[in-house]
């Protein structure tokens, strides 16, 4: 038995490290690499004795959480580090050279020729001035390669590759006429003009819909194969690792906590951090069955329609987009709703209606047998506390300059409450969203994402709503952000006996905290269900992309549930 | 196609601006104290209530107002302006006579403020922290906070009078006789001092605005993607920097280019420059009532004109607009 168990662990060792031999050439190693940041800054040093190495044709994925340093050694081997952050230790070698001796001359010789990069955020990463086709022929401009007009036909031969459709037309587009998937292609292929030995994604696919990320994961990973390129892919997103990495390296305040093959993170994780934050995506959970207590709905809506007219006017033909087509839902009292939709999908607008900050065309809004779409002026105003929103971008929701405990008191106040009590009745919020009463004296920016959506929660219950819509409301967050918000909601849904418009794009999310699901897509009802059906037999065949989409749902990951 | 229809759509609501701006001045007008044919008569010394009927018939005064404002507004849609009351002279005449000087001076400064703002800004953006940016800097907001008139008599007092480098008032030399190539020296010599003090506020401006919108632009994500891409720093900075830095300008120039006809009267006093802002001065203190019209009339329509060309540059220049316009 003994002997046997031994056998097969040498064997598989000798494999290993065959492959190892195969593969042996490291394109990109870090050694013992430092990045100071500038004085002030919330700690000395970004990344701190930073070691790793990515292998000829293998993605390598370095994981973490905001603040973590993730991308700070990405910026390093780019040469592109921000003003006043420079390294102080360490060496990144790259075919040959240390990178960190390098002159700035010599580091742009190699950008977009050896090594290529994408970004996170492809609706700002182009110029909005020039032409597709211009942008990418600049690469090789830069390098001094080809004429103009073989420039331009590689700019196609690029736009095919990367699958862009109608790529004739694409050149010659502007990048404000692509969707957020295409231009992401579009910066794709101008990283991989030069055909570089290594890529380095920054969160290429973060500020994309599901669907669109998973079409983009494939791109990456299929042009990684095809031309044997090396890629550093940089991500929050456990389930983008289980999709498309070989190599995983977990960043937490600049160190590495974990170093290693995929598979074994993934499967067994060894590091505490590693397996919360794998545990923070239950990629695999199908959301536990819940009981729906059939009480008369809280919120009814019925029929309601929305439609955005860009006014043509004189010169222009007038441009409509329907938002809401015959949306009809209803919410029980203490049931949580889920609205899951891509962007453009109409479920912004429906919280927005919901909450009366927009006005639908027509269609039917009770709360209660009261129709809110008809209420106007003094009764609106009466009405209106009984529904509150909690906003998705915690730092722009806030007021930067009005304290946090006035921020709360505001909607009271507004209502009639004397200014006093509405100041300690915000204290009394803050100490329960699990801030302390203290935080009313302070401002938005003493206080990270998620203390902020708890400030946001806060201000939502200020009025003691009955309905409470939360618009996005942990998109913005850190997965084990989201967790610990995710809770707070649950559990102040059931001390307050709260109903909840749960507005999402991301599946995992509202599986965690979602009774029942709405899909919509273009401002259509597609399925509605419990939770659990519409995971487990979703009828319908927008719903099953939606799901399928959802990154490293088929892989293997550690046990959360 | 587009663009056709875009010019003709704003023109003839440009129209309509126009016709109200004639009705709001005239009734202005109609609001200042004392008729000019008081003072016409007054100053010739005659008191009597004869002359000044008489006065009163000729310039048509006598009629009910509504009369008045249907003989100005049906004479200006002939470009007919009446008679500037002062001088016997068609109004349309003595603007057209003193359009090209006033022209010739704005449009000088206008350009120079323009490119001077624009290349200094653009090098102060470049230099942020260094000491030569700071010097730019530092003349911008002094041109940007001394008084127009101030710049424009110590400027006399220097070049002019110290140095006798240059002229001191006047369009040409006169009596000196100069044709052809001497006659455009002779103006460009004259054209220095008040198009170089007229162009040092806006210059101030450009500076200004040029480097906060291109440091902004820096800033930008698309420029860390140039930079991923191995471009030289000065492709960037000219490419993707400054061409989106430019969008905001666009919109200044064309607040500065509304203002070429009336906007130079303190520049063209202190140089005894014969343009608009001259007439309008003189207008203004002999209640010159019609000349004053008029040229309330010419300003306004240049803005509109203006306006209308800024807004075919900006879309020229940034493309989201040309597609959203279309």
Redesign the interface.
């Given at each position: 038995m003994s002997v046997t168990t031994g056998s097969v662990t040498t064997g598989s060792a000798t494999t290993g490290s065959a492959t190892e031999k195969q593969s042996a050439e490291t394109v990109l190693s870090i050694r013992d690499l430092n990045i100071a940041l500038p004085k002030g800054a919330d700690r000395a040093l970004a990344v701190e004795d930073v070691s790793y190495e990515v292998k000829r044709g293998e993605i390598m994925c370095v994981v973490g959480e905001s603040g973590s340093g993730k991308s700070m050694a990405a910026n390093a081997v780019?040469g592109?580090l921000p003003k006043g952050v420079h390294a102080t230790q360490g060496e990144i070698l790259f075919a040959g050279q240390n990178l960190l001796a390098l002159t700035e001359k010599q580091h742009?010789?190699?950008?977009?020729?050896k090594i290529?990069?994408i970004?996170q955020?492809p609706m700002?990463?182009?110029?909005?001035?020039?032409r597709v086709g211009a942008q990418i022929a600049?690469?090789f401009?830069?390098?001094g390669q080809l004429t103009p007009k073989e420039r331009q036909a590689r700019a196609l031969e690029l736009l095919i590759e990367v699958g862009i459709p109608q790529p004739e037309k694409a050149i010659r587009a502007?990048p404000?006429?692509l969707s957020g998937g295409q231009r992401q292609r579009v910066?794709i292929a101008?990283?991989l003009a030069l055909e570089p030995i290594l890529l380095i994604a920054d969160e290429p696919t973060t500020a994309l819909d599901v669907t669109t990320q998973a079409q983009i994961l494939e791109l990456i990973r299929d042009l990684q194969q095809r031309r044997g390129m090396s890629v550093m892919f940089i991500t929050h997103d456990f389930g983008v690792v289980a999709e498309i990495a070989n190599r995983v390296c977990v960043m937490r305040y600049g160190k590495i906590v974990e170093l290693g093959d995929a598979k074994s993170v993934l499967e067994n994780p060894q590091d505490a951090y590693t397996q919360a934050l794998i545990a923070a995506i239950p990629s695999n959970a199908v959301p536990p069955h819940r009981e729906t207590s059939q009480v008369a709905p809280l919120l009814e809506i019925k029929g309601l329609n929305k439609v955005f007219r860009s006014r043509g006017g004189?010169?222009?033909p007038a441009r409509e987009v329907r938002a809401l087509e015959d949306v009809s839902l209803t919410l029980a009292r203490g049931e949580t709703v889920g609205i899951v939709g891509e962007s453009g999908s109409g479920k912004s607008t429906l919280g927005r209606c919901v909450v009366r900050l927009e006005h639908p065309d027509s269609g039917e809004l009770l709360l209660d047998g009261v129709n809110l779409s008809q209420l106007r002026g003094d009764a609106l105003r009466r009405e209106r506390h009984r529904v509150q929103m909690i906003f998705q971008d915690p730092y722009a929701s806030l007021n930067p300059r009005t304290k946090v405990g006035m921020a709360i008191a505001q909607g009271p106040i507004a209502n009639g409450t004397p200014k006093a009590a509405a100041l300690k009745q915000a204290g009394e919020l803050l100490d329960i969203v699990g801030l302390g009463a203290s935080a009313v004296e302070r401002f938005p920016h003493e206080f990270s994402g998620g203390q902020r959506q708890r400030i946001g929660i806060a201000r939502a219950l200020a009025l003691n709503p009955e309905l409470i819509v939360a618009d996005e409301a942990v998109s913005a967050l850190d997965v084990s952000i989201q967790a610990q918000v995710l809770e707070l909601l649950e559990e102040l849904k059931q001390r307050l006996s709260l109903s909840l418009l749960f507005i999402t794009h991301d599946l995992r999310v509202a599986a965690q905290i979602c009774d029942r699901i709405v899909v919509m897509q273009h401002g259509r009802i597609v399925e509605q269900g419990s939770a659990e059906q519409i995971f487990l037999a979703p009828r319908e065949a927008y719903t099953q992309a939606l799901l399928n989409a959802i990154p490293g749902r088929e892989a293997p990951v550690a046990a959360t549930a | 196609m587009v663009y056709a229809r875009l010019i003709i759509m704003r023109l003839l609501k440009a129209v309509v601006v126009l016709f109200l701006i004639v009705i709001f001045n005239f009734f202005l007008i109609q609001m200042a104290p004392g008729d000019p044919a008081a003072i016409l008569a007054g100053e010739a010394g005659a008191t009597d209530q004869e002359f000044l009927n008489q006065l009163r018939e000729r310039f048509g005064l006598d009629q009910p107002l509504y009369v008045q404002l249907w003989r100005y507004v049906s004479g200006i849609a002939m470009l007919d302006f009446g008679y500037s009351y002062r001088l016997g002279v068609p109004v349309f005449d003595l603007i057209m006579a003193r359009l090209p000087a006033t022209l010739l001076l704005t449009g000088t400064a206008f350009v120079l403020s323009l490119v001077l703002g624009i290349v200094a800004g653009s090098m102060a953006a470049a230099r942020v922290k260094k000491p030569s940016g700071s010097i730019i800097m530092a003349l911008a907001l002094l041109f940007y906070a001394t008084p127009l008139f101030w710049v424009a008599l110590m400027s006399v007092v220097v070049f002019s009078v110290y140095l006798g480098w240059l002229p001191a008032y006047g369009l040409y030399t006169v009596g000196a006789g100069h044709t052809g190539f001497a006659l455009a020296l002779d103006v460009a010599k004259h054209l220095v001092l008040p198009a170089t003090t007229l162009a040092l506020f806006f210059m101030a401006i450009y500076t200004r605005m040029t480097r906060t919108s291109m440091l902004d632009a820096a800033q930008q994500d698309y420029v860390k993607t140039a930079r991923a891409k191995g471009l030289k720093p000065s492709i960037i900075q000219r490419r993707h920097v400054l061409r989106n830095a430019l969008l905001p300008i666009i919109t200044l120039a064309g607040l500065q280019a509304g203002q070429m006809v009336g906007g130079a009267i303190l520049t063209e006093t202190v140089f005894a420059w014969p343009g608009i802002g001259r007439l309008m001065f003189e207008a203004l203190q002999q209640r010159d009532y019609n000349l004053l019209l008029g040229i309330f009339f010419f300003s306004a329509a240049l803005v509109i004109v203006f306006n209308i060309i800024t807004d075919l540059v900006y879309s020229l220049a940034d493309p989201r607009i040309k597609k959203g316009a279309s």
């Open positions: 780019m592109l742009r010789a190699l950008r977009g020729l290529g990069m970004f955020e700002t990463a182009l110029n909005p001035l020039m600049e690469v401009e830069a390098h502007y404000f006429e910066i101008m990283a004189l010169f222009k | -």
